[in-house]
Structure formats: structure tokens, C-alpha cells
């Protein structure tokens, strides 16, 4: 198949199906990058409502932009076909996942959760709601990569409804027990759908099935979920609390935005230990949900249910008991009655519209969720409840919402409220200030940002194998929540002021590499000479022993080296000393003797006469020479005898 869509886009097969469109992989062919491309079914093209819902999911999902949501590059219409260009993302569907390999380790769980739950934090951040998440509408790269897609059923604040009733639109099995009574979609019915992937993604299969649309609601509203442990006693406590939490029935157990479960995520496995989650809820009867008529006759259709705001209380069904009783005897009725009863519920939803419009209104009303919004818009909202917002505003800290925004309200949301009834409103006084991990940050770095925040930023020093300048500690710890109106709030950074410089072992190196070395080392070297055995040159005492430290923060630093110069030893004079005599003087002073007898054959009788027996003649090395080490050699000349003639005479 090609088909130019837009004068750009070129179609190349379809790679997917939806409700209301039909997903296509596609070229870019000025761009030349593969994309994907939504367009809108032509038979619903004409529909203003699906055109409107369309171009919904195009504004809700083109003002986010999040690694963990699939982007949107480009929205518009051609020749009746309405379409969204965004990123392809190769790989398969979370649910894909699930159906083939079963239960996902819980690891590998926790990470796709923790990736899908970021995305949805960026999405509520920005006032969005999704309404739909189930692993159908979350992509997974070979890589491991979660990717939220289709905001087709997004509600957004900025945007106004579809119609005056609001229709909720989601998959079943993943439909929070509020929705299913016809409440409006918030923060934490998308909170109850993660809850729900994360039991799939652990369990394999989704917690509840039915034979019908309302049994599978019914199990949602008023049954706890089969236990996790139960299926894989190695699943931690602490992680199974988690999709408990998520999935508490009552808004006041279950997590009130997603950062909470994202912290919990986050550190689950550092909490071995922890207790399972028990809740305590309201046995009361919750109101008949009201379902399309399609899916009632279905009951292998499962996927969808519609709601009217306004959920119908029968007053004859009380309990489940007597709602299968009915819902019995309805599949027991011929096709006529059937239609009857369908035609009297769109009746009762039709008078419903009607007071609506009308403003007829009953004396009680449920309080709106003014959450995330100032207090005009509060008032502009609290006009048609006639009722009167208290002066007496509480201002305190929050987490979640910028300062001016209401934190919360007194009666809760959702909570019954009558003309005349006093709100009061707590509102924030701005976010926390959550500090940041400073540790191995440059100083200079880390007390600027420091500084930007309001803090007074003190700097210690201390001695550190870290580089210098480096921050080592600091007072408040990272994460560390800090009130922002506080005027006089500080923070101690202990900074590296570099490591000791320790003194090595020079002794016996050559006196000009070891200056070298010391230079480098910021010292001034001085130099002493001293007479030794070893060679001229050579390093023979220095000043600073080895092992000394010298803070990095002393700048004198000096240290004396002593040189050899060699040695010079004066040769003793020992002529004319007896011979044995004057061998031992020379062995005292570490010379080695040698002794060497002299001929008298070729002296005259008038020489003869003259020698003297067994004293030095002559020495050699001849006396007050000098030699520059112990141990050299001197010969010593001497007679030991006359001759016999000259005895004789």
C-alpha cells in the first residue's frame, strides 16, 4: 500500500487497530525517518464527538514530552482525514509481553513500572489524566525501553468536556471502582490502573475475570485482589503493598499522586521486612453501575464500559445478591423486554441531562476536586454550589503543587455538600526545597546553586584523598526536605583541600633528580655537603624524614638534603718505620698493606753499609698523597738482611 498522506507522509502498512483509528507505519519523506501516523476511522471522521475526542488526544498528547511517552511530531487534517504523526516505537505492547512470556521477574517489573509511572507523573504535572492504561497502550522497545501511548480518552483541565455528561471510557479490567460508579477521572484512577498493570506484569494474568461486563466491575468495587505471595512467595511483601496501596478502593488509602508510588518503587527492595497493607472497608452497597447496552449482551466483550455521571440506585437491588438475581432475570427476558428496559435506562439518563441543563438541582451536591487550582478558580467553581469559602485559609508546604495552588479542602472532595456549607481551603505556600546531592561536586559549583536556592553556604576544609575543591560532606543530607520560607537557612559543605603530601625515601638517589621531584612537590630544597663513602652526588641525610605529612594547606615548605662530595683520605708518611709497625698504622686507617723485599745485589759496599734492616726503604703511593676511598693499596719497600761479606768486614 502507498498513500501520501498530507503531501508527506507515505503509508506502508497498517500495524495496528484501535476504536476509533487505525495506526499505520509510515515514512517522513522530507524528513526521510520512519514515524507512525494515527488516522481517525472515516466513518467517525463526520462525527463531531469522535473528531473532537481525536484532536483531544493530539492536544493532550503533543503538550507532553518524556522519555517514557511516545512523542508526537505533527497533527492535521487532509481531505477529511484527521491524523497524528508520532514516534514509532519498534518492539511490542506491554500486554504482548505478558501473553508470551507469562509472570515478568520482579526486577524487571519494578523497572517498567518505575519508567511508566515517571511518564504519568510528567502527565498529571501538566493536569493531564490518561484514563486508560492498560499494557495495551504501553509500547516496549527490544531494549527495555516502556513508552506510554493513545491519550485518545485524556481528559485534560485546559480542555472543555466532549459532552455535558462525562462518559468514561476505559478497558475493564483496569477501571477503578470509582469510575465504575460514575465518578469523574482523577489522579488516582489512573493511580488504580498502574496498581492493576503492576499485578498483571507480576501475576501474569489480571486480577479479576467474569462472565460478564458487571462481574468483572462488581469484583473490582467490592473484592480484595488474590495475593500475590500466594502465587510467588519470593514476591517481597513490600513490593505486593505496593499494588495494594495502588489499588485500595477507598481515595484515602490509596496513593494520592503518583511521586508517592514512584518513591515506594523506588526503595521496596531495601524493605525486606515490611508488614502487608490491610485495609478496612465500608461494607455499604455501592450505587448500580450502568453499562452500554452492547457490552451487556456481550459477555465475552469485555474491554470497554460506559457510565453516565449520574450512577442509578435501584432501590429494590440492595446488595450483589439481588443484583445477579436481576441481571438473571434480564438475560432471561425475550429481545423486547430487553430493548424496554434499555430504552427506560436512557430515559432516566435523559431526565438526568435535563435537570442538568435546567439547573434544577437537589439541596446536596458532591464537593468538586479544586486540587492544583488557585483560589479564583476555586470560587468561579464554588459559584453554583452556593455555599461560602472561609477567610480563614491554611497555608503549608506541599510536594506536589506550586505555591497558590490548593492543597486540600475542608469537606474532602467528593464528600456530600449543601447550599450554605463553609469550605475552607489549604493552600500552598509553595514546594519544598529538596536538596541535592552535592557530594563530588566542585565547590565553586556546588555553592552557586546553593546560593540560588536562598541558602548561606559555609565552607569547611579538610584534608582528602578527593581532588581539591571537591565537596566531601555536607550537613543536610540529599533528599532532604528544607521550608522555603525559612530566611536563615544555611548549609555547612566540608571541601577537600587536597590529600597530605608525604615525604619519600631520597637517600642514595642523585641530588639533582631528588631536587627535581621536591620541587615539584612545592618545596625549596637547600643542600649540604658532607665527606662520605658514597659517590659524589649522592643523597646520603635529609631533614624531612620518610613517612613525614605535610598538610596541603602549608605553603613554607622547605627541606635539606646532604651530599656526598665523595672522600679524600691523606696517605700517612711510614718511611723509616719498622716495617711491622708500619704496616699496622696503615691497616688502621683502612689502607691495604703489601710488602715488598728489596735486592741489595746491585748496591755498593758503601750502600750496604747504609741500610737499615726491616725498616720502610720507600712507600708507594708516596706519602701526604691523598685517595678518594678506603681500602687502597700501599706498598712498602724494605731490607730484610745484608749480605754475608759485608757481615764479615
Not at 19 to 31: E, F, H, Q, R, T
Not at 326 to 343: E, M
Amino acid at each position: 500500500m502507498s498513500k501520501i498522506i498530507a503531501e508527506r507522509y507515505e503509508l506502508l502498512e497498517l500495524i495496528g487497530q484501535g476504536g476509533m483509528a487505525d495506526v499505520y507505519l509510515a515514512k517522513d519523506i522530507i524528513l526521510n525517518r520512519t514515524i507512525a501516523i494515527k488516522i481517525l476511522r472515516t466513518s467517525l471522521a463526520k462525527d463531531p464527538i469522535y473528531v473532537t475526542r481525536f484532536q483531544r488526544e493530539a492536544s493532550a498528547a503533543a503538550a507532553l514530552s518524556h522519555k517514557n511517552i511516545v512523542e508526537i511530531y505533527d497533527v492535521g487534517e487532509d481531505e477529511d482525514k484527521y491524523y497524528i504523526v508520532m514516534e514509532y516505537v519498534p518492539g511490542r505492547t506491554l500486554k504482548e509481553l505478558i501473553l508470551k512470556r507469562g509472570a515478568v521477574h520482579v526486577v524487571e517489573a519494578i523497572d517498567i513500572m518505575k519508567q511508566v509511572v515517571s511518564g504519568i507523573a510528567k502527565a498529571h504535572q501538566l493536569g493531564i489524566i490518561h484514563r486508560d492504561l492498560k499494557p495495551q497502550n504501553i509500547l516496549v522497545t527490544d531494549s527495555g525501553v516502556a513508552k506510554i501511548a493513545d491519550f485518545g480518552i485524556a481528559s485534560m483541565q485546559s480542555l472543555a468536556q466532549v459532552t455535558q455528561t462525562d462518559v468514561i471510557m476505559g478497558s475493564l479490567h483496569y477501571l477503578a471502582p470509582e469510575l465504575a460508579r460514575g465518578e469523574k477521572a482523577t489522579v488516582q484512577s489512573d493511580i488504580y490502573a498502574l496498581g492493576i498493570v503492576f499485578y498483571e506484569l507480576l501475576r501474569g494474568e489480571v486480577p479479576f475475570n467474569g462472565e460478564s461486563p458487571v462481574n468483572i466491575a462488581l469484583k473490582h468495587m467490592q473484592e480484595d485482589l488474590p495475593s500475590l505471595l500466594e502465587f510467588n512467595p519470593s514476591i517481597l511483601q513490600s513490593v505486593e503493598n505496593i499494588v495494594i496501596k495502588a489499588t485500595a478502593k477507598n481515595l484515602n488509602d490509596r496513593y494520592h499522586n503518583v511521586t508517592e508510588m514512584l518513591e515506594d518503587l523506588n526503595t521496596c527492595m531495601e524493605r525486606p521486612n515490611e508488614k502487608k497493607l490491610e485495609f478496612v472497608y465500608d461494607t455499604e452497597t455501592e450505587p448500580t453501575i450502568v453499562l452500554d447496552s452492547r457490552s451487556m449482551f456481550n459477555s465475552a466483550n469485555t474491554t470497554n464500559v460506559a457510565s453516565t455521571t449520574e450512577s442509578i440506585q435501584d432501590d429494590k437491588v440492595k446488595d450483589e445478591k439481588g443484583l445477579k438475581k436481576l441481571l438473571t432475570k434480564f438475560k432471561n427476558l425475550d429481545i423486547k423486554a430487553k430493548v424496554a428496559i434499555i430504552v427506560g435506562v436512557i430515559f432516566v439518563a435523559g431526565v438526568t441531562t435535563f435537570l442538568v441543563y435546567a439547573n434544577i438541582r437537589p439541596d446536596t451536591n458532591l464537593m468538586p476536586d479544586l486540587e492544583g487550582k488557585d483560589k479564583e478558580q476555586a470560587i468561579e467553581l464554588l459559584k453554583e454550589y452556593n455555599v461560602t469559602i472561609s477567610d480563614d485559609i491554611i497555608e503549608e508546604l506541599s510536594d506536589e503543587y506550586e505555591k497558590g495552588e490548593i492543597v486540600k479542602t475542608d469537606p474532602k472532595k467528593g464528600s456530600t455538600i449543601k447550599e450554605g456549607d463553609v469550605v475552607k481551603l489549604t493552600i500552598s505556600k509553595g514546594k519544598y526545597i529538596v536538596v541535592d546531592d552535592y557530594l563530588g561536586m566542585d565547590v565553586d559549583k556546588a555553592e552557586k546553586a546553593l546560593k540560588k536556592l536562598g541558602f548561606k553556604v559555609i565552607i569547611e576544609k579538610e584534608v582528602s584523598s578527593k581532588t581539591k575543591g571537591t565537596v566531601i560532606e555536607q550537613s543536610i543530607e540529599k533528599d532532604e526536605k528544607v521550608d522555603p520560607t525559612d530566611k536563615d537557612r544555611e548549609i555547612t559543605l566540608t571541601v577537600s583541600k587536597g590529600n597530605y603530601t608525604v615525604i619519600s625515601d631520597y637517600l642514595g638517589m642523585d641530588v639533582e633528580k631528588a631536587k627535581e621531584v621536591l620541587n615539584n612537590l612545592g618545596f625549596k630544597v637547600y643542600i649540604d655537603e658532607k665527606q662520605s663513602e658514597k659517590p659524589q652526588g649522592t643523597v646520603i641525610e635529609q631533614s624531612l624524614q620518610k613517612g613525614h605529612k605535610i598538610d596541603p594547606d602549608e605553603t613554607d615548605r622547605t627541606i635539606t638534603l646532604t651530599v656526598s662530595k665523595g672522600l679524600e683520605i691523606e696517605i700517612p708518611n711510614v718511611v723509616g718505620m719498622e716495617i711491622n709497625a708500619a704496616k699496622s698504622r696503615l691497616e688502621s686507617k683502612d689502607f691495604k698493606v703489601v710488602l715488598s723485599k728489596l735486592s741489595t745485589d746491585s748496591l755498593s759496599d758503601e750502600e750496604i753499609e747504609r741500610i737499615e734492616i726491616n725498616r720502610v726503604m720507600k712507600q708507594s703511593p708516596e706519602s701526604f698523597g691523598t685517595v678518594n676511598k678506603k681500602g687502597e693499596t700501599i706498598t712498602l719497600y724494605y731490607y730484610d738482611s745484608k749480605p754475608d761479606n759485608s757481615m764479615n768486614d
